[in-house]
Every structure is written in structure tokens, then in C-alpha cells.
């Protein structure tokens, strides 16, 4: 059995076969109601080249927008450049025209704290650091790493001052000719424009 199409383009085709095969056998079909079908096809027929029309004049209207909005624009940008150097010396002057004076630039924040320091490999007066980058979203890109040491001549003693012996743009160094015998902590700080990290996590060595 054959099965009624879905494609408008094989409807139409159908249709006109209909119209066709009835008009030339009137005598096996006289139930056929011709004139019927011719005005159903004759009304799809103009109502698809309205479609068209109405889609091609869409297009066109909707590209007249965008050149339209384009020239704007362009105008609204240099009208506003030389608003700009009319009020040079009153900047504020531009909120007449619901317009604002070009803000100073924020300072670069400072970055965040490097995180998960560690000693990954050691030998008898070397070890080699390494480290992840500040988590995302915490604080502004990273320029360079620092790396601090303290040293305590003693077991039990306390832990002398802090001492910058490495600057590294990696996330990864190693120290060689480092003190041997005595107890160590590593920590890193991360530096940019903006100002310096807080300090890392602390490394405790003995090589």
C-alpha cells in the first residue's frame, strides 16, 4: 500500500498527479471533485511565494538593520572621542551626555599563594622544589616566583632570619650548594606588578 508523503515538495507532486489523472478519466472517477483540488493547490502555491517573499524581505530588513545600527555606532564613537577633547579640562562634563570620563586603571592585584611546595628530589647538598600556581581566580597572574630559606644551626634552636636565594619564573628549581647537617625550611612567594603573594606552604629539609 502506498503511504500519503511527507515531503511538501512530494505532496505537491502528488497533488498534481491527482488533478491530472482525474481531469483525464472522469469516466473511473466520477466522485473526483477537481475544481477542488486545483483551488487547494492554487492556495498553497501563493501562500508558499508569500512565505519567500516575506523571508526574503526579512533578510533584507534585517541586514538594512545591522548596516544601520553599524554607521550608529560609528558616528556615537567619534561624536564621543571629540566630546572627550572638548572636556579635557572638565572631564565630568560627560555625564551631560549620559557618557562617563575614562577611569584611571586599576593597580594589578597581587597574585595568589602558590600552593603545594615540595621537595621532590635531594641529594647530599641539593633538592629541587616544586609547586602548583595560585588557584584559579585567586588574585592576578603570576610574574615570577621567589624562593625563601631559613636555616637552624641546631636541633632545638630557633630558625634564623628569611633569605631570598632563588628568583625562577617555572614552577619548579633546583637549589644546589645548599648547607648540610643542618635543619631547613623552603617556602615561595609569587610576585607581579601588583605587590607579593602570601607565602606558601613551608618545606622542612635536612640534607
Avoid at 594589578?108 to 600556581?133: C, F, H, I, N, S
Amino acid at each position: 500500500m502506498a503511504r500519503f508523503p511527507r515531503d511538501e515538495a512530494l505532496i505537491l507532486a502528488l497533488m498534481n498527479d491527482m488533478i491530472a489523472g482525474y481531469a483525464a478519466n472522469p469516466g473511473i472517477f466520477p466522485g473526483a471533485q477537481v475544481a477542488a483540488l486545483e483551488a487547494a493547490r492554487d492556495a498553497f502555491l501563493a501562500a508558499s511565494h508569500g512565505q519567500l517573499q516575506k523571508k526574503a524581505e526579512a533578510l533584507v530588513a534585517t541586514e538594512n538593520k545591522k548596516l544601520a545600527l553599524a554607521r550608529m555606532t560609528k558616528l556615537m564613537g567619534n561624536q564621543i572621542k571629540q566630546s572627550e577633547v572638548d572636556t579635557a579640562e572638565h572631564p565630568g562634563q560627560l555625564e551631560l551626555i549620559g557618557w562617563g570620563a575614562r577611569k584611571k586603571p586599576d593597580p594589578a592585584a597581587a597574585p595568589g599563594q602558590p600552593r603545594m611546595v615540595r621537595a621532590v628530589e635531594q641529594g647530599t647538598d641539593w633538592l629541587t622544589l616544586k609547586w602548583k600556581a595560585p588557584a584559579k581566580g585567586d588574585g592576578g597572574a603570576v610574574q615570577t616566583y621567589v624562593v625563601e630559606r631559613r636555616v637552624a644551626e641546631k636541633a632545638g634552636e630557633e630558625f634564623g632570619a628569611w633569605e631570598q636565594i632563588a628568583t625562577v619564573l617555572d614552577r619548579k628549581i633546583t637549589l644546589e650548594e645548599q648547607p648540610r647537617y643542618v635543619q631547613m625550611e623552603y617556602c615561595v612567594f609569587a610576585l607581579n606588578a601588583g605587590g607579593v603573594s602570601k607565602p606558601s606552604n613551608l618545606v622542612a629539609v635536612v640534607l
